[in-house]
């Protein structure tokens, strides 16, 4: 009677168990709105016009334009939608002309909250801690009043900042630190900052080279592309990328474009890294010591490469055209096969994986 009693209760709690899995892999296969997973698309508009839009492409390669107005009706994104930061189940969408930023479910789209009090001018957004933490940078004209927005995100307000040298850009978060590249505001920087995200504090600051735009990291290793400085500026410099050792905060190697090369646009993907000059993409290893020679491809359908990504073995390229009329976003294998294309809204100038 007792091995029956231990036998019958081993059976009862299995069943429990199976069924309390069972009903979570039930959930878990729910859809979680419209736009799981999928490609959001943002599209700056035309500078001092609030005719940013969003553009979704799905999974099956269909195109929606307009998503946020079409979902949220009687809101708009904006003037010049910069950028979209995913955290949990919500998206950020920074918006810098009209000085907001829109909290969305990233999976359904509809609007959460939209945040307006204590943004000057935002650019970009990363997250540790709870907190999101917003580049700014203030006045244009003004050297001096640059900071980073801290974002709680359970009240969507912005509840204190932290100032930085002139022209905080793209922001990367790891273990806890913020990274941010100074590309210079109006001007051209050249530096980039680490902030503590425990204590809200600039840890260090330190020069990687002029015009520092695009940040990845892979392996312990954060690699800055600089675009160098431009033609109009006091003197003209190449490009350059930079690497720097997430452990020390120290640069750890620099390859040099030659010339006055100014590239254009950095990821990496399985230990590869990609960036752009004009259309023409190229790859290397990312443990490389030196640029490669040719081209990986030529993106000849492109007139304006505005946004640039590659993710699961192929390559996104935004074309702005002229930033006037809406763009296109076409799809390219790794060597260079244009596999499908798409009109989307006024200048396309990236893309954010929504997985």
């Known amino acids: 009677?007792?091995?029956?009693?231990?036998?019958?209760?081993?059976?009862?709690?299995?069943?429990?168990?199976?069924?309390?899995?069972?009903?979570?892999?039930?959930?878990?296969?729910?859809?979680?709105?419209?736009?799981?997973?999928?490609?959001?698309?943002?599209?700056?508009?035309?500078?001092?016009?609030?005719?940013?839009?969003?553009?979704?492409?799905?999974?099956?390669?269909?195109?929606?334009?307009?998503?946020?107005?079409?979902?949220?009706?009687?809101?708009?994104?904006?003037?010049?939608?910069?950028?979209?930061?995913?955290?949990?189940?919500?998206?950020?969408?920074?918006?810098?002309?009209?000085?907001?930023?829109?909290?969305?479910?990233?999976?359904?789209?509809?609007?959460?909250?939209?945040?307006?009090?204590?943004?000057?001018?935002?650019?970009?957004?990363?997250?540790?801690?709870?907190?999101?933490?917003?580049?700014?940078?203030?006045?244009?004209s003004d050297p001096a009043d640059d900071y980073v927005a801290v974002l709680d995100l359970t009240t969507n307000t912005v509840t204190s900042s932290i100032s930085v040298v002139e022209g905080p850009e793209k922001i990367i978060e790891n273990d806890g630190k913020l990274y941010v590249a100074h590309k210079g505001g109006w001007g051209q920087g050249n530096s980039l900052t680490v902030i503590n995200s425990a204590t809200n504090t600039v840890v260090t600051n330190f020069v990687v080279g002029?015009?520092?735009?695009?940040?990845?990291?892979?392996?312990?290793?954060?690699?800055?592309?600089?675009?160098?400085?431009?033609?109009?500026?006091?003197?003209?410099?190449?490009?350059?990328?930079?690497?720097v050792n997430l452990s020390t905060n120290t640069v750890s190697s620099t390859l040099d474009f030659t010339g006055i090369t100014h590239p254009g646009f950095l990821d990496i993907e399985d230990s590869k890294v990609y960036y752009t000059i004009g259309n023409n993409i190229y790859s290397m290893a990312a443990n490389a010591t030196s640029l490669p020679a040719t081209a990986l491809f030529k993106a000849s359908d492109v007139t304006n490469l505005y946004g640039f990504a590659v993710e699961d073995n192929k390559i996104y390229a935004a074309d702005a055209i002229n930033n006037q009329d809406p763009g296109e976003a076409y799809i390219y294998s790794l060597t260079g096969t244009k596999n499908k294309s798409f009109t989307v809204g006024i200048s396309p100038n990236g893309f954010y994986f929504n997985d």
């Open 210 to 243: 002029d015009v520092p735009s695009d940040l990845v990291k892979d392996n312990g290793t954060l690699y800055i592309l600089c675009n160098g400085k431009p033609f109009y500026a006091d003197v003209e410099t190449a490009g350059k990328i930079v690497k």
């Open 1 to 140: 009677m007792k091995k029956f009693n231990k036998l019958f209760l081993t059976v009862l709690i299995s069943s429990a168990f199976f069924v309390s899995c069972s009903n979570d892999d039930d959930n878990n296969d729910e859809p979680r709105g419209d736009y799981e997973n999928g490609i959001f698309i943002v599209n700056e508009g035309n500078f001092g016009k609030t005719n940013g839009t969003i553009s979704y492409l799905s999974d099956d390669l269909s195109i929606e334009n307009n998503v946020f107005s079409l979902v949220n009706p009687g809101k708009i994104t904006g003037d010049t939608p910069l950028f979209i930061g995913f955290k949990d189940d919500a998206a950020y969408i920074v918006v810098n002309g009209s000085n907001k930023i829109e909290v969305v479910n990233r999976y359904t789209f509809k609007s959460i909250a939209t945040v307006t009090a204590n943004l000057n001018n935002p650019r970009f957004i990363a997250f540790a801690n709870g907190k999101g933490y917003v580049t700014n940078w203030g006045e244009g």
